[in-house]
């Protein structure tokens, strides 16, 4: 008589699991939740049919994700919170569409247009000042620049402003005046 004995593999690992920023609860799905998961067992990845994922709701538009990796072994399980957000970061400090003056003199670059930023403000993501794209156009109109200001939240969000600088006409300060 002979009797096989079957040893338990290696626990599985779970690595490079992060809270998920979403913009709807459709895309809270298997696939999107493991898209930067990795799972090995032995070095080698292990196939998604071998991973249980569970969503428990924890208050509105928050859940908990659950990973549970398990292939003839014991299981191995980790979690991260799925944020669903709707909603586009606020740049503070300007005003969409408003038309700001600047000395005749002033440098329009990004440095001068990033000084009317006050700040970002997001319901999930922690944005900072220096997270906005400005990109910077001069008009037909001399003197007068638009300014685009852009800032993407973890979900995908865009928040985009457009603001218009006009130098104040006349000599610019420490010209010769005749």
Not at 75 to 99: H, M, R
Not at 134 to 162: F, L, M, P, W
Request: proline share 1%.
């Amino acid at each position: 008589m002979k009797i096989k004995v079957k040893a338990k593999r290696a626990t599985p690992k779970i690595s490079n699991v992060k809270n998920i920023y979403i913009k709807s609860k459709s895309q809270m799905t298997k696939k999107t939740v493991l898209k930067n998961v990795v799972i090995t067992q032995k070095g080698i990845k292990l196939d998604a049919k071998y991973v249980k994922v569970t969503f428990k709701k924890l208050k509105k538009n928050v859940y908990r994700v659950t990973y549970i990796a398990k292939r003839e072994s014991y299981e191995a399980k980790k979690t991260a919170k799925v944020y669903i957000d709707k909603k586009v970061p606020v740049i503070l400090g300007i005003k969409n569409g408003a038309q700001y003056e600047a000395e005749a003199d002033a440098v329009i670059n990004d440095d001068y247009c990033g000084g009317f930023i006050s700040g970002v403000s997001d319901n999930y993501t922690k944005l900072k000042v220096s997270d906005v794209n400005i990109k910077i156009k001069s008009t037909d109109i001399e003197g007068r620049y638009e300014v685009v200001y852009t800032v993407k939240d973890e979900a995908g969000n865009q928040a985009k402003y457009t603001i218009y600088i006009v130098k104040k006409a006349g000599t610019a300060s420490g010209g010769a005046i005749s």
